[in-house]
């Protein structure tokens, strides 16, 4: 199975300038780290540079076109493809956890999305694709109100490819 792991505001934002634009949803980090332990987390370079090191208890897979990088505790491919059938030999479910371009590459192979909404708008340089409601259904939705932790209100849905 592969699965989306991501965090999208209201206008389809992901990132900005190599940072998520909102800060401040811990639910939200729990909730990414519950879904991510230990399954292969398969992830683009900018993504990785954002993080700034492995993601600990996952296999971390980076793809790159740069033959020569590398950093500890990661592997590396040169294209989605190969960090998928990478990552399948490991384990049976996939995360993929960004960035844009890589969501949309894989987005053929997605069965599930673990989908964040933030209910709020942000300036940004990096977008998830859109979805087709005739290809994805809603399965679960769980708001969470902003509060004193939580700078915006967000939801967690679960869509899984119909």
Same mark, same amino acid.
């Given at each position: 199975?592969?699965?989306? /792991? ?24 729990? %909730? ?41 505790? +990661?592997?590396? #491919?040169?294209? /989605?493809? #190969? ?9 049976? !479910? /996939? +995360? /993929? ?5 890589? $969501? ?9 999305? $673990?989908?964040?909404?933030?209910? %709020? ?13 005739? !290809? ?7 708001? %969470? ?6 700078? $915006? ?10």
């Amino acid at each position: 199975m592969v699965s989306f /792991v991501v965090a999208v505001a209201e206008n389809g934002v992901i990132g900005n300038k190599g940072d998520l634009p909102w800060s401040k949803l811990p639910d939200d980090l729990r %909730h990414f780290k519950r879904l991510t332990q230990g399954h292969p987390v398969v992830m683009g370079r900018r993504t990785f540079d954002s993080l700034g090191k492995a993601l600990p208890n996952r296999t971390n897979i980076v793809i790159t076109r740069q033959a020569d990088w590398s950093a500890p505790g +990661c592997e590396t #491919a040169p294209s /989605v493809q #190969a960090a998928l059938e990478r990552a399948r030999a490991i384990d049976e !479910e /996939v +995360c /993929v956890i960004g960035g844009g371009e890589i $969501y949309r590459e894989a987005l053929p192979a997605a069965d599930v999305i $673990y989908l964040t909404e933030v209910h %709020h708008t942000f300036e940004g340089d990096a977008f998830f694709p859109e979805l087709s409601p005739s !290809e994805w259904r809603e399965e679960t939705r769980e708001r %969470h109100e902003a509060d004193e932790r939580h700078a $915006y209100a967000f939801s967690f849905v679960t869509l899984r490819r119909r």
